[in-house]
């Protein structure tokens, strides 16, 4: 079973575009993480979120942890081409569950 | 952060073979976790390894088919046994330090 589901699967957009993708659950996390992966590499942490409603900004990124610690958002302002990837949320239980990833897009 | 030495990076392989990835952590850790990302899916945890312990597998994971050693702090492998077409993923290692670090992945094709 799968418990964390992401939206949208697919993100196609031009440079410059602003976008968000969505992490959503029935169970809470002691903490979310939020990954990006590009093709022949692993997983790169972009940032833990541990406090509900908790809001943190990485450059054009911004990370939202949701206040029943169940969901999660992340923003992107401005896409640029590098930010191509697939984006994977992860909530920490007694282990690490994966999110069912975003693949973004960004054309020039 | 560490710095995780995953190897092969991809590998083609005849069905009924199996195939060790090693592991290589640059700092001693507890556990490291092996997982699988089917073709364009997420990951999926396989199991965690303790060394010094028999390692834990999730729900659908058997020590079988994916026998792990953990013979000190720094270093796993894993193996996929008696391999099908269906085993053909990305196998990832990773480690846990305040974050998860992840290996560069073996792509493994079984022909």
């Known amino acids: 079973t799968q418990l964390l589901e992401q939206s949208p699967q697919f993100l196609s957009i031009q440079e410059g575009e602003n976008l968000t993708v969505y992490c959503n659950s029935s169970?809470?996390?002691?903490?979310l993480q939020w990954y990006r992966q590009e093709p022949g590499e692993g997983p790169v942490l972009l940032v833990t979120v541990v406090t509900g409603g908790e809001v943190k900004k990485l450059k054009r990124l911004t990370f939202q942890f949701g206040d029943a610690r169940k969901d999660s958002s992340l923003h992107i302002t401005a896409a640029q081409p590098g930010d191509t990837g697939l984006y994977l949320c992860?909530?920490?239980?007694?282990?690490?569950?994966f999110g069912t990833g975003t693949r973004l897009q960004v054309f020039p | 952060s560490a710095v995780i030495s995953q190897k092969p990076s991809r590998d083609i392989c005849q069905r009924g073979t199996s195939l060790t990835i090693q592991c290589q952590v640059d700092s001693q850790v507890t556990m490291m976790f092996w997982y699988r990302q089917q073709p364009g899916q997420s990951l999926t945890l396989i199991a965690t390894a303790n060394q010094g312990s028999e390692a834990t597998y999730e729900s659908g994971f058997v020590i079988d088919k994916f026998p792990i050693s953990r013979p000190n702090l720094t270093f796993s492998t894993l193996t996929v046994s008696n391999m099908s077409p269906e085993d053909s993923s990305i196998y990832l290692c990773?480690?846990?330090?305040?974050?998860?670090?992840f290996g560069s992945g073996t792509r493994l094709t079984v022909v």
């Open positions: 992860a909530g920490a239980l007694d282990k690490l569950i």
């Open positions: 990773s480690v846990d330090q305040g974050g998860y670090t």
């Open positions: 169970s809470v996390f002691s903490s």
